[in-house]
């Protein structure tokens, strides 16, 4: 017997635990209150015109006539037409056929390739959400990547000389908060109809995207559906990253080596998942309602001032920096070209910051830092004073 030696290529992750670890040891060096900037989780509750429809659902669970079992393995209907019908208000759409529910965005961005042969090449982004990367690895295919940087402000975009089979964008971005425009997306989705690719687009913080010309879904660019499959998430846009719910859309006019990608993953999801709870489901269903919808605008409105005075003082102090607009996330260039572990303990050090090292995040965060909109505002003002008195930026 032997086991799957390309989990031993994997690198260990141990950015987070080395972070945990640094901040303990600072704690107990300081009186002074410590402010995580560095947070990749919501901190806002889950609505009430969510928790309350998970309510009468948990309640329904609790009667003869209303308790469900097993349910569809690609979600009840009623949340793949809900979901359908947040399509149609961005111009997009969408039979609910087209639409499988999962319980998150990671899973299905992990178990989308048991579709695709283990020979295709992928292309990556760096920096980039490390899930891209170890699913990848963990099946042994060939990576390249494609350079995001301070001259493409973190929006890599195809290049000719590469081929490459399936393709990863992200966008509004973790971690750099870069968006692509519509433009951008139409050149990607050429270059993919023309490599005869798939681009895997990774939509979790659509929801962030305030500025209108900004495209939201993959499917706002024409030929879209003949190249992309798209991954969304209940998880940043309303809350549930401990509820677990999630959609992904595989369009019924993707077809490759003569087989429609629809069909590939209704069978593999019916195969190896069981859907997700009812209760979560009509949560998630409630998302969509006026009420819902204007609830978590309202979340989204917070975390969204939040990273506006973040950007603000960067702006303030002459800091380069992308996102903090249409994103929760603003990734900065260390001040003095520190590199990222050492602005991370310059920060912890001389102001009791925490943030995440770009570093962490691929090659090509070297050198940078990302700061999340997560914190909470009073926090986020208090650490901006604290920025502001390091004399960091221009001076
Ligand atoms: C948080 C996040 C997701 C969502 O993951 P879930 O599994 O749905 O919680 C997906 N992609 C990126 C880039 C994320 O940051």
């Known amino acids: 017997m032997r086991i799957n030696e390309n989990y031993l290529k994997l690198k260990d992750s141990y950015l987070f635990s080395l972070i945990a670890k640094k901040v303990k040891e ?11 900037l560095g947070i990749g ?37 009623f949340l793949r037409q809900a979901i359908c019908g947040y399509y149609a208000k961005k111009g997009v759409t969408l039979r609910d056929d087209e639409v499988f529910v999962s319980d998150g965005a990671k899973s299905d961005l992990g178990n989308i390739l048991d579709i695709f042969s283990v020979d295709n090449s992928v292309l990556i982004p760096d920096p980039v959400y490390p899930v891209y990367v170890d699913t990848n690895i ?65 939509s979790a913080y659509e929801i962030f995207i305030k500025d209108g010309n900004l495209p939201t879904s993959i499917y706002q660019i024409d030929g879209a559906k003949k190249c992309a499959i798209e991954f969304c998430s209940f998880s940043k846009t309303a809350g549930f990253t401990g509820t677990r719910c999630g ?57 969204l001032e939040v990273a506006r005075v973040i950007a603000d003082t960067l702006t303030e102090l002459g800091i380069w920096f992308t996102g903090g607009r249409n994103s929760p996330y603003i990734w900065l260039k260390c001040p003095n070209d520190m590199s990222s572990w050492d602005f991370f303990d310059y920060l912890l050090d001389k102001a009791n910051v925490v943030g995440t090292p770009g570093a962490g995040f691929g090659t090509n965060g070297e050198g940078y830092f990302r700061l999340t909109a997560f914190g909470g505002m009073e926090n986020v003002i208090e650490a901006m004073q604290r920025f502001r008195k390091l004399g960091l930026g221009r001076a």
């Not at 600072?26 to 995580?36: F, G, K, N, V, W």
């Not at 629809?262 to 269903?285: C, D, H, I, M, S």
């Open 26 to 36: 600072r704690a107990t060096q300081s009186d002074e209150r410590l402010i995580r």
């Open 41 to 77: 989780d919501v901190t806002l509750p889950i609505v009430p015109a969510v928790t309350d429809a998970m309510q009468r659902a948990v309640a329904e669970m609790g009667s003869m006539s209303t308790f469900k079992g097993y349910g569809e393995e690609q979600g009840y209907s």
């Open 138 to 202: 963990m099946a042994g295919r060939n990576i390249l990547y494609v350079s995001g940087n301070k001259e493409n402000g973190f929006l890599p975009m195809p290049e000719k000389e590469i081929k490459a089979d399936i393709i990863y964008l992200c966008s509004p971005n973790n971690p750099t908060g870069a968006v692509y425009n519509s433009m951008q997306l139409e050149e990607w989705v050429n270059y993919a109809v023309e490599h005869d690719a798939v681009i895997l687009f990774d």
């Open 247 to 303: 959609y992904t859309v595989v369009p019924h006019e993707l077809v490759r080596g003569g087989a429609a990608l629809n069909k590939l993953w209704l069978r593999r999801q019916t195969t190896k998942f069981n859907g997700v709870p009812y209760v979560v489901q009509r949560g998630a269903e409630a998302v969509f309602t006026d009420e819902g919808l204007a609830q978590i605008k309202d979340n989204v409105a917070i975390y």
